[in-house]
Protein backbone atom coordinates (compact mmCIF):
# COMPACT_ATOMS: atom_id res chain seq x y z
CA UNK A 1 0.00 0.00 0.00
CA UNK A 2 0.95 3.60 -0.50
CA UNK A 3 3.30 5.23 2.59
CA UNK A 4 1.26 7.14 4.73
CA UNK A 5 -1.03 8.76 1.97
CA UNK A 6 -4.62 9.07 3.30
CA UNK A 7 -7.48 8.35 1.35
CA UNK A 8 -8.70 10.54 -1.10
CA UNK A 9 -12.61 11.72 -0.88
CA UNK A 10 -13.97 13.21 -3.41
CA UNK A 11 -16.12 15.96 -1.51
CA UNK A 12 -12.11 17.31 -0.91
CA UNK A 13 -11.39 18.24 -4.67
CA UNK A 14 -13.26 21.44 -5.49
CA UNK A 15 -14.70 22.42 -9.04
CA UNK A 16 -12.33 24.93 -11.14
CA UNK A 17 -15.21 27.52 -13.16
CA UNK A 18 -14.57 26.55 -16.72
CA UNK A 19 -13.20 23.18 -16.49
CA UNK A 20 -15.66 19.90 -17.07
CA UNK A 21 -13.83 16.59 -17.08
CA UNK A 22 -15.83 13.17 -18.28
CA UNK A 23 -14.92 9.68 -17.94
CA UNK A 24 -15.57 6.46 -20.12
CA UNK A 25 -14.83 2.73 -20.52
CA UNK A 26 -13.01 2.29 -23.74
CA UNK A 27 -11.90 -1.38 -23.57
CA UNK A 28 -8.10 0.13 -24.04
CA UNK A 29 -6.14 -2.46 -22.58
CA UNK A 30 -8.51 -3.95 -20.10
CA UNK A 31 -12.19 -4.09 -20.53
CA UNK A 32 -14.52 -2.46 -17.07
CA UNK A 33 -11.98 -0.11 -15.97
CA UNK A 34 -12.19 4.11 -16.37
CA UNK A 35 -9.31 4.49 -19.14
CA UNK A 36 -10.22 8.06 -21.18
CA UNK A 37 -10.74 11.15 -19.61
CA UNK A 38 -12.18 14.32 -21.72
CA UNK A 39 -11.37 17.94 -20.17
CA UNK A 40 -13.57 20.59 -21.97
CA UNK A 41 -12.43 24.26 -21.30
CA UNK A 42 -14.33 27.55 -21.58
CA UNK A 43 -13.19 29.60 -24.46
CA UNK A 44 -10.04 31.98 -23.24
CA UNK A 45 -8.40 29.32 -20.90
CA UNK A 46 -4.92 29.65 -21.08
CA UNK A 47 -2.78 26.18 -21.18
CA UNK A 48 0.73 26.32 -20.84
CA UNK A 49 3.02 23.37 -19.84
CA UNK A 50 6.15 21.09 -20.06
CA UNK A 51 6.67 18.08 -21.48
CA UNK A 52 9.61 15.15 -21.08
CA UNK A 53 12.81 15.73 -22.22
CA UNK A 54 13.12 11.72 -23.84
CA UNK A 55 14.22 12.01 -27.17
CA UNK A 56 12.03 9.07 -27.78
CA UNK A 57 9.13 11.09 -26.90
CA UNK A 58 6.05 9.61 -27.85
CA UNK A 59 3.28 10.43 -30.21
CA UNK A 60 0.94 12.77 -28.13
CA UNK A 61 3.45 14.79 -26.94
CA UNK A 62 5.02 15.48 -29.90
CA UNK A 63 1.49 16.43 -31.29
CA UNK A 64 0.17 17.92 -27.76
CA UNK A 65 3.72 20.42 -28.35
CA UNK A 66 2.25 21.69 -32.38
CA UNK A 67 -0.93 22.10 -30.97
CA UNK A 68 -0.03 24.30 -27.64
CA UNK A 69 2.12 26.18 -30.31
CA UNK A 70 -0.44 27.09 -32.62
CA UNK A 71 -4.31 27.43 -31.16
CA UNK A 72 -5.85 28.53 -28.19
CA UNK A 73 -6.36 25.29 -26.43
CA UNK A 74 -10.24 23.96 -25.78
CA UNK A 75 -9.91 20.72 -24.49
CA UNK A 76 -7.42 17.58 -23.34
CA UNK A 77 -8.13 14.25 -24.00
CA UNK A 78 -6.20 11.18 -22.25
CA UNK A 79 -6.27 7.82 -22.39
CA UNK A 80 -4.76 5.19 -20.68
CA UNK A 81 -4.06 1.33 -21.12
CA UNK A 82 -1.54 2.63 -24.20
CA UNK A 83 1.49 5.05 -24.24
CA UNK A 84 1.63 5.58 -28.37
CA UNK A 85 5.63 5.30 -27.91
CA UNK A 86 7.73 3.65 -30.20
CA UNK A 87 4.86 4.00 -32.57
CA UNK A 88 6.67 5.92 -35.89
CA UNK A 89 4.20 7.55 -38.00
CA UNK A 90 1.09 5.41 -37.18
CA UNK A 91 1.30 7.24 -33.95
CA UNK A 92 1.03 10.69 -34.89
CA UNK A 93 -1.86 9.80 -37.21
CA UNK A 94 -3.17 8.02 -34.06
CA UNK A 95 -3.02 11.00 -31.95
CA UNK A 96 -4.04 13.10 -34.53
CA UNK A 97 -7.22 11.07 -35.00
CA UNK A 98 -8.01 11.59 -31.91
CA UNK A 99 -7.81 15.43 -31.74
CA UNK A 100 -10.08 15.29 -34.94
CA UNK A 101 -12.69 12.64 -33.15
CA UNK A 102 -12.83 15.24 -30.18
CA UNK A 103 -12.66 18.41 -32.11
CA UNK A 104 -15.36 17.05 -34.18
CA UNK A 105 -17.96 16.05 -30.67
CA UNK A 106 -17.01 19.89 -29.32
CA UNK A 107 -17.16 21.87 -32.58
CA UNK A 108 -13.82 22.98 -32.49
CA UNK A 109 -10.17 22.70 -34.24
CA UNK A 110 -8.39 19.39 -34.13
CA UNK A 111 -5.34 21.45 -33.50
CA UNK A 112 -7.27 22.96 -30.10
CA UNK A 113 -7.52 19.37 -28.87
CA UNK A 114 -4.11 18.41 -26.78
CA UNK A 115 -3.43 14.69 -26.76
CA UNK A 116 -2.24 11.96 -23.82
CA UNK A 117 -1.36 8.29 -23.40
CA UNK A 118 0.12 6.63 -20.61
CA UNK A 119 0.89 2.87 -20.66
CA UNK A 120 2.67 0.08 -22.69
CA UNK A 121 5.19 1.21 -24.86
CA UNK A 122 5.61 0.41 -28.45
CA UNK A 123 2.14 -0.87 -29.13
CA UNK A 124 -0.17 0.19 -31.76
CA UNK A 125 -2.90 2.49 -30.11
CA UNK A 126 -6.31 0.65 -30.48
CA UNK A 127 -7.95 4.36 -31.51
CA UNK A 128 -10.73 3.21 -32.68
CA UNK A 129 -11.80 2.24 -29.35
CA UNK A 130 -10.73 5.73 -28.00
CA UNK A 131 -12.30 7.69 -31.05
CA UNK A 132 -15.50 5.17 -29.94
CA UNK A 133 -15.64 5.84 -26.16
CA UNK A 134 -15.15 10.04 -26.45
CA UNK A 135 -19.01 10.42 -27.08
CA UNK A 136 -19.50 8.68 -23.59
CA UNK A 137 -16.91 11.06 -22.07
CA UNK A 138 -18.12 14.14 -23.48
CA UNK A 139 -21.59 13.10 -22.02
CA UNK A 140 -20.25 12.51 -18.58
CA UNK A 141 -18.48 15.82 -18.47
CA UNK A 142 -18.64 17.22 -15.10
CA UNK A 143 -17.31 20.60 -13.10
CA UNK A 144 -17.19 18.33 -10.11
CA UNK A 145 -15.66 15.30 -11.34
CA UNK A 146 -12.27 16.01 -10.40
CA UNK A 147 -12.09 12.14 -8.52
CA UNK A 148 -13.33 10.52 -11.29
CA UNK A 149 -10.68 11.56 -13.44
CA UNK A 150 -7.87 10.91 -11.45
CA UNK A 151 -8.88 7.38 -11.64
CA UNK A 152 -9.29 7.51 -14.86
CA UNK A 153 -5.63 8.17 -15.63
CA UNK A 154 -3.95 6.09 -13.25
CA UNK A 155 -1.94 2.76 -14.68
CA UNK A 156 0.26 0.76 -11.92
CA UNK A 157 -0.62 3.52 -9.40
CA UNK A 158 -2.76 2.30 -6.42
CA UNK A 159 -4.83 4.80 -5.50
CA UNK A 160 -5.49 7.96 -7.42
CA UNK A 161 -3.73 11.48 -6.57
CA UNK A 162 -5.73 14.37 -6.43
CA UNK A 163 -5.49 18.13 -4.64
CA UNK A 164 -7.41 20.96 -4.32
CA UNK A 165 -6.28 24.31 -2.28
CA UNK A 166 -7.72 28.08 -2.23
CA UNK A 167 -5.74 31.13 -1.59
CA UNK A 168 -7.10 34.75 -1.51
CA UNK A 169 -5.43 37.52 -3.96
CA UNK A 170 -6.60 41.20 -3.85
CA UNK A 171 -10.05 40.30 -2.15
CA UNK A 172 -10.56 37.20 -4.44
CA UNK A 173 -10.89 33.14 -3.65
CA UNK A 174 -8.60 31.97 -5.82
CA UNK A 175 -8.83 28.00 -6.45
CA UNK A 176 -6.91 25.71 -7.68
CA UNK A 177 -7.43 21.77 -8.53
CA UNK A 178 -4.86 19.11 -9.73
CA UNK A 179 -4.38 15.65 -10.13
CA UNK A 180 -1.59 13.38 -11.84
CA UNK A 181 -0.69 9.56 -12.06
CA UNK A 182 2.52 8.03 -11.78
CA UNK A 183 4.28 5.07 -10.20
CA UNK A 184 7.15 3.48 -11.89
CA UNK A 185 9.49 5.11 -14.40
CA UNK A 186 10.23 7.65 -12.48
CA UNK A 187 12.77 10.50 -12.38
CA UNK A 188 13.19 13.95 -13.69
CA UNK A 189 13.72 15.56 -16.73
CA UNK A 190 10.64 15.26 -16.23
CA UNK A 191 9.28 12.55 -13.73
CA UNK A 192 7.36 10.15 -15.66
CA UNK A 193 3.86 10.89 -14.80
CA UNK A 194 0.85 13.01 -16.02
CA UNK A 195 -0.20 15.72 -14.41
CA UNK A 196 -2.79 18.37 -14.68
CA UNK A 197 -3.68 21.32 -12.79
CA UNK A 198 -6.21 24.04 -13.06
CA UNK A 199 -7.00 27.57 -11.37
CA UNK A 200 -9.30 29.98 -11.79
CA UNK A 201 -6.78 32.41 -11.69
CA UNK A 202 -6.61 35.38 -14.53
CA UNK A 203 -2.93 35.03 -16.05
CA UNK A 204 -1.24 36.06 -19.13
CA UNK A 205 0.26 33.26 -21.27
CA UNK A 206 3.91 34.28 -20.86
CA UNK A 207 3.40 34.20 -17.17
CA UNK A 208 1.48 31.01 -17.03
CA UNK A 209 4.62 29.08 -19.04
CA UNK A 210 6.91 30.99 -16.36
CA UNK A 211 5.09 29.75 -13.10
CA UNK A 212 4.48 26.39 -14.88
CA UNK A 213 7.83 25.43 -15.35
CA UNK A 214 9.06 26.70 -12.25
CA UNK A 215 6.31 24.80 -10.23
CA UNK A 216 7.66 21.51 -12.56
CA UNK A 217 11.46 22.01 -11.59
CA UNK A 218 10.41 22.58 -7.93
CA UNK A 219 8.03 19.30 -7.80
CA UNK A 220 7.75 17.05 -10.30
CA UNK A 221 11.40 17.30 -11.22
CA UNK A 222 12.54 16.80 -7.72
CA UNK A 223 11.16 13.14 -7.26
CA UNK A 224 12.51 9.65 -8.68
CA UNK A 225 11.57 6.34 -7.74
CA UNK A 226 13.83 4.05 -10.48
CA UNK A 227 15.57 6.74 -12.22
CA UNK A 228 14.20 6.17 -15.63
CA UNK A 229 12.67 8.97 -17.47
CA UNK A 230 9.26 8.10 -19.60
CA UNK A 231 8.51 8.81 -23.34
CA UNK A 232 4.99 10.52 -22.14
CA UNK A 233 5.42 12.94 -19.22
CA UNK A 234 3.68 15.95 -19.26
CA UNK A 235 2.60 18.59 -16.45
CA UNK A 236 -0.05 21.14 -17.56
CA UNK A 237 -1.48 23.78 -16.17
CA UNK A 238 -4.84 25.27 -16.78
CA UNK A 239 -5.96 29.20 -16.07
CA UNK A 240 -9.90 29.36 -16.50
CA UNK A 241 -9.47 33.79 -15.58
CA UNK A 242 -13.02 33.23 -13.88
CA UNK A 243 -12.18 34.29 -10.24
CA UNK A 244 -11.62 38.13 -11.71
CA UNK A 245 -11.53 40.56 -14.11
CA UNK A 246 -7.56 41.67 -13.62
CA UNK A 247 -4.92 39.61 -15.29
CA UNK A 248 -1.88 39.42 -14.00
CA UNK A 249 0.96 40.39 -15.99
CA UNK A 250 3.98 41.44 -14.20
CA UNK A 251 5.98 38.93 -12.56
CA UNK A 252 7.64 41.15 -10.05
CA UNK A 253 3.99 41.39 -8.60
CA UNK A 254 2.47 40.25 -5.14
CA UNK A 255 0.20 38.63 -6.48
CA UNK A 256 2.24 36.38 -9.36
CA UNK A 257 4.42 35.59 -6.27
CA UNK A 258 1.30 34.08 -4.29
CA UNK A 259 0.12 32.37 -7.10
CA UNK A 260 2.94 30.66 -7.78
CA UNK A 261 4.12 29.47 -4.69
CA UNK A 262 -0.12 28.17 -4.28
CA UNK A 263 0.50 26.32 -7.57
CA UNK A 264 3.85 25.17 -6.83
CA UNK A 265 2.38 23.52 -3.54
CA UNK A 266 -0.30 21.82 -5.51
CA UNK A 267 2.28 20.53 -7.59
CA UNK A 268 4.66 19.32 -5.04
CA UNK A 269 1.96 17.32 -3.06
CA UNK A 270 0.98 15.58 -6.11
CA UNK A 271 4.56 14.96 -6.56
CA UNK A 272 4.82 13.57 -3.24
CA UNK A 273 1.81 11.18 -3.62
CA UNK A 274 3.50 9.69 -6.20
CA UNK A 275 6.88 8.83 -4.65
CA UNK A 276 4.37 7.92 -1.64
CA UNK A 277 2.67 5.42 -4.21
CA UNK A 278 5.38 4.61 -6.16
CA UNK A 279 5.88 1.02 -7.39
CA UNK A 280 6.35 -1.15 -4.74
CA UNK A 281 7.56 1.50 -2.26
CA UNK A 282 6.94 0.61 1.47
CA UNK A 283 9.50 3.90 2.58
CA UNK A 284 9.12 7.64 1.86
CA UNK A 285 12.62 9.17 1.82
CA UNK A 286 13.51 12.74 1.45
CA UNK A 287 16.62 13.65 0.80
CA UNK A 288 17.96 17.23 1.62
CA UNK A 289 21.74 18.50 0.67
CA UNK A 290 22.76 21.64 2.39
CA UNK A 291 25.61 23.94 2.25
CA UNK A 292 26.61 23.20 -1.47
CA UNK A 293 28.58 25.96 -3.69
CA UNK A 294 25.55 25.67 -5.84
CA UNK A 295 22.71 23.84 -6.57
CA UNK A 296 23.55 22.14 -9.24
CA UNK A 297 26.13 20.05 -7.02
CA UNK A 298 23.44 19.98 -4.36
CA UNK A 299 21.16 17.84 -7.11
CA UNK A 300 23.96 15.38 -8.11
CA UNK A 301 24.13 14.51 -4.72
CA UNK A 302 20.99 14.54 -3.77
CA UNK A 303 20.25 12.13 -7.40
CA UNK A 304 23.13 9.61 -6.36
CA UNK A 305 21.65 8.63 -3.26
CA UNK A 306 18.18 8.74 -4.63
CA UNK A 307 18.94 6.69 -7.87
CA UNK A 308 21.14 4.22 -6.03
CA UNK A 309 19.49 0.77 -6.29
CA UNK A 310 22.03 -0.13 -3.08
CA UNK A 311 20.80 2.33 -1.24
CA UNK A 312 17.29 1.62 -2.01
CA UNK A 313 17.19 -1.76 -1.15
CA UNK A 314 19.14 -0.57 2.03
CA UNK A 315 16.04 1.06 3.18
CA UNK A 316 13.60 -1.28 2.27
CA UNK A 317 15.85 -3.75 4.48
CA UNK A 318 15.88 -1.40 7.41
CA UNK A 319 19.29 -2.34 6.96
CA UNK A 320 21.46 0.58 8.65
CA UNK A 321 24.56 -0.20 5.95
CA UNK A 322 25.16 3.44 5.62
CA UNK A 323 28.38 3.07 3.69
CA UNK A 324 26.63 2.95 0.61
CA UNK A 325 25.26 5.84 1.01
CA UNK A 326 28.73 7.35 1.64
CA UNK A 327 29.46 5.67 -1.74
CA UNK A 328 26.90 7.84 -3.97
CA UNK A 329 28.13 11.01 -2.47
CA UNK A 330 31.56 10.48 -3.76
CA UNK A 331 30.23 9.35 -7.46
CA UNK A 332 28.18 12.23 -7.91
CA UNK A 333 30.54 14.04 -9.98
CA UNK A 334 31.81 16.69 -8.14
CA UNK A 335 35.39 16.81 -8.43
CA UNK A 336 37.12 19.35 -5.67
CA UNK A 337 34.97 17.38 -3.27
CA UNK A 338 36.11 17.65 0.39
CA UNK A 339 34.90 14.28 2.14
CA UNK A 340 36.45 15.21 5.24
CA UNK A 341 34.09 18.57 5.56
CA UNK A 342 30.82 16.41 4.95
CA UNK A 343 28.37 15.53 7.79
CA UNK A 344 25.92 12.75 6.72
CA UNK A 345 22.79 12.46 8.99
CA UNK A 346 19.50 10.20 9.11
CA UNK A 347 16.20 12.67 10.11
CA UNK A 348 18.54 13.77 13.74
CA UNK A 349 21.04 11.08 14.28
CA UNK A 350 24.73 12.09 12.89
CA UNK A 351 26.56 9.21 11.21
CA UNK A 352 29.62 10.08 9.61
CA UNK A 353 31.67 13.54 9.40
CA UNK A 354 35.62 13.85 9.00
CA UNK A 355 35.20 11.11 6.51
CA UNK A 356 34.26 8.50 8.28
CA UNK A 357 32.12 7.15 11.12
CA UNK A 358 30.57 9.64 13.51
CA UNK A 359 32.35 9.04 17.25
CA UNK A 360 29.36 9.42 18.63
CA UNK A 361 27.42 7.17 16.36
CA UNK A 362 25.86 3.74 17.53
CA UNK A 363 23.84 1.23 14.76
CA UNK A 364 21.07 1.20 17.13
CA UNK A 365 20.52 4.08 16.70
CA UNK A 366 20.58 4.05 13.07
CA UNK A 367 18.56 0.90 13.41
CA UNK A 368 15.94 2.72 15.15
CA UNK A 369 15.96 5.47 12.59
CA UNK A 370 15.69 2.70 8.95
CA UNK A 371 13.10 0.80 11.14
CA UNK A 372 10.46 4.37 10.39
CA UNK A 373 8.35 4.64 7.42
CA UNK A 374 9.54 8.37 6.41
CA UNK A 375 13.20 9.19 6.93
CA UNK A 376 15.33 11.93 6.10
CA UNK A 377 18.89 11.56 4.84
CA UNK A 378 20.72 15.18 5.36
CA UNK A 379 23.74 15.34 4.02
CA UNK A 380 26.27 18.72 4.56
CA UNK A 381 28.72 19.56 2.39
CA UNK A 382 30.06 22.20 4.26
CA UNK A 383 30.96 23.87 0.81
CA UNK A 384 28.09 27.18 0.47
CA UNK A 385 24.70 28.23 0.91
CA UNK A 386 22.91 26.46 -1.43
CA UNK A 387 20.19 23.49 -1.23
CA UNK A 388 18.36 20.80 -2.80
CA UNK A 389 15.45 18.29 -1.62
CA UNK A 390 14.33 15.43 -3.41
CA UNK A 391 11.77 13.11 -2.70
CA UNK A 392 12.34 9.17 -2.76
CA UNK A 393 11.41 5.66 -1.75
CA UNK A 394 12.67 2.22 -1.66
CA UNK A 395 13.54 -1.07 -4.10
CA UNK A 396 11.16 -3.78 -2.32
CA UNK A 397 10.52 -7.22 -4.43
CA UNK A 398 7.45 -5.90 -5.39
CA UNK A 399 8.87 -3.04 -7.62
CA UNK A 400 10.22 -6.21 -9.48
CA UNK A 401 7.13 -8.38 -9.63
CA UNK A 402 4.66 -5.24 -10.48
CA UNK A 403 7.16 -4.26 -13.89
CA UNK A 404 8.07 -8.21 -14.89
CA UNK A 405 4.47 -8.97 -15.46
CA UNK A 406 3.87 -5.40 -16.51
CA UNK A 407 1.95 -6.12 -19.69
CA UNK A 408 0.32 -9.27 -18.36
Known sequence: MPVNLPALLPEQLLPIDGVTLGIAEAGIKKPDRKDLLVMVLDEGTKVAGVFTRNRFCAAPVIVAKQ??????????????????????????QHAQATCAALAELLGCAAQQVLPFSTGVIMEPLPVDRIVNGLPAAVANGKADNWFAAAQAIMTTDLVPKAVSKQIELNGKTITMTGIAKGSGMIRPNMATMLGYVATDAAISQTLLQSMVQYAADHSFNRITVDG?????????????????????????????????????????ELARMIVRDGEGATKFITVQVE?????????KVAYAIAHSPLVKTAFFASDPNLGRILAAIGYADID????????????????????GRASDYREEEGQRVMNQSEITVRVVLNRGTATTTVWTCDFSYDYVKINASYRS
Not at 228 to 247: C, I, V, W
Not at 336 to 352: F, K, P
Open 67 to 92: HLAQASIRALVVNTGNANAGTGEAGI
Open 228 to 268: DTSTNDAFMLLATGKAGPAEITRQESAEFGQLQEAITAVAA
Open 291 to 299: AGKNPDECT
Open 336 to 355: DLDVNGIQLYLDDVLVAEQG
